[in-house]
Structures are given as structure tokens and as C-alpha cells.
């Protein structure tokens, strides 16, 4: 299994630009989510997703969409790039639909710089 | 309101002696913790996690936390810090469709 994989690892933007970032497993998981990491503020959720079909906002949404058209791919999309986007992106994926008791898998990450 | 601190946002120690990484937390019901770790440039990797089975649990390279109701804290520990457990370590609950991470807490190993 490749776990979860995440592309691209790296991005530079412009302000305004859009873009998606990609993220798969390969795990047959139900939840899917997409974090940000900004120094001195841990993770926070932007969007999540509790099965194909069903998506719902998180702590940080504005700016992003998602889409989960199929049980693996979880995309982010950047609509209109800000310089506050600027940040680490981490998708995670878990077996159930809750999160109690769940482990999460971690992607290696996309380090986003949006100009 | 906080739903998860990290007392330390950086702790240094020698190689060869304790660590004691401290988080508390607040919930109104008891949530599953969770203990993360991130080497550098890589993605977050679980430790260990306490789902109410037992209040001291065990993880990965010799690394446990206890589970303290009354003190509402899940510090983590190990007995002799290697080289290797240099990194960035998270404590995390579980929020209804959420993880709530803390701020995080740096750890650095003297050779």
C-alpha cells in the first residue's frame, strides 16, 4: 500500500492563480481531511469528508473547496490564491466515518507559497 | 476556548535522560487523545493513542502517556531520549468530526 500520497510536494503562486492540490489513498478509507500547518498554531481542518459524495467545512474553510467523487481522491482546491495561503497542506485519511478511537494517516505534505 | 494545550512549545534534554512532553486538554465528555510526532519534512505519524481501555498507554520507540482525568492531562514520556526522537511532537482530541491538535511542542536531543 502507498498509504497516503499527496501531489505536488511543492508549489509557488501568484497571487490570484488557482490551483488543486491532489491527494489519494489506497487504504479503502471513509474519512478523508485536509489540514494546514502554520508555525506556532499546530493543525487546523480546513475541509473533511466522511465518505464519497459528502463533504463538510472545517475550522479554516474560506478560500478552499473539495470534491469526493470517489472513495480514494480527496482534492483541495485553491480558488484565488492569497499570501495567507500561504502554508504546509497535509491530507489525512481513517478507516471509519468517526473520528473516536480513529487513527489518522498522514500524506508527506504540500509546502504551498503563494507571491 | 483552548481544546487542546501544549504547556512546552520547545524542550530540550541530553540524550540518555527523561523526557516529559505535557498536554491538557478540555472536553465535556471523555475524547480519544492522541500523541503525533513530525520528523522534519515529513508528514505527522501516530505515537500512541488512549481510547478509554486503559489510562496508561504504551506506543511506538519506547514512548508512553497517562491518561489523568482528574487533571484532565495526557503528558507524554520516555525514560531515555535518543538522538532519533528529535522532532516536533503533537497532542490531539477528538472533536464530533474533527481532530483538535494542539500548538505543538519542539524536541531537542543534546548530544
Known amino acids: 500500500n502507498a498509504g497516503v500520497t499527496q501531489t505536488p510536494k511543492f508549489q509557488v503562486l501568484k497571487t490570484g492563480q488557482s490551483m488543486t492540490l491532489q491527494c489519494a489513498q489506497d487504504m479503502n478509507h471513509e474519512y478523508m481531511s485536509w489540514y494546514r500547518q502554520d508555525p506556532g498554531m499546530g493543525l487546523r481542518l480546513i475541509h473533511y469528508?466522511?465518505?464519497?459524495?459528502?463533504?463538510d467545512q472545517g475550522e479554516v474553510p474560506n478560500g478552499y473547496n473539495v470534491s469526493r467523487s470517489t472513495t480514494e481522491d480527496f482534492p483541495l482546491r485553491l480558488l484565488s490564491a492569497a499570501p495567507s495561503q500561504t502554508s504546509v497542506y497535509f491530507c489525512?485519511?481513517?478507516?471509519?466515518?468517526?473520528?473516536?478511537?480513529?487513527?489518522?494517516?498522514f500524506g508527506p505534505g504540500t509546502r504551498l507559497l503563494v507571491l | 476556548a483552548q481544546s487542546v494545550t501544549q504547556l512546552d512549545s520547545h524542550v530540550s534534554v541530553s540524550e540518555g535522560t527523561p523526557v516529559l512532553l505535557r498536554c491538557n486538554y478540555s472536553s465535556s465528555y471523555s475524547p480519544s487523545l492522541f500523541w503525533y510526532v513530525q520528523h522534519p519534512n515529513k508528514g505527522l505519524q501516530l505515537l500512541l493513542k488512549?481510547?478509554?481501555?486503559?489510562?496508561l498507554v504504551k506506543g511506538i520507540n519506547g514512548f508512553e502517556a497517562e491518561f489523568k482525568k482528574s487533571e484532565t492531562s495526557f503528558h507524554l514520556t520516555k525514560p531515555s531520549a535518543h538522538m532519533s526522537d528529535a522532532a516536533e511532537y503533537f497532542c490531539a482530541r477528538t472533536g464530533a468530526n474533527n481532530l483538535f491538535f494542539g500548538t505543538g511542542t519542539r524536541l531537542t536531543v543534546i548530544p
Open positions: 488512549y481510547t478509554s481501555a486503559a489510562t
Open positions: 469528508s466522511v465518505g464519497a459524495g459528502i463533504t
Open positions: 489525512a485519511s481513517s478507516r471509519g466515518r468517526g473520528l473516536y478511537q480513529e487513527t489518522q494517516y
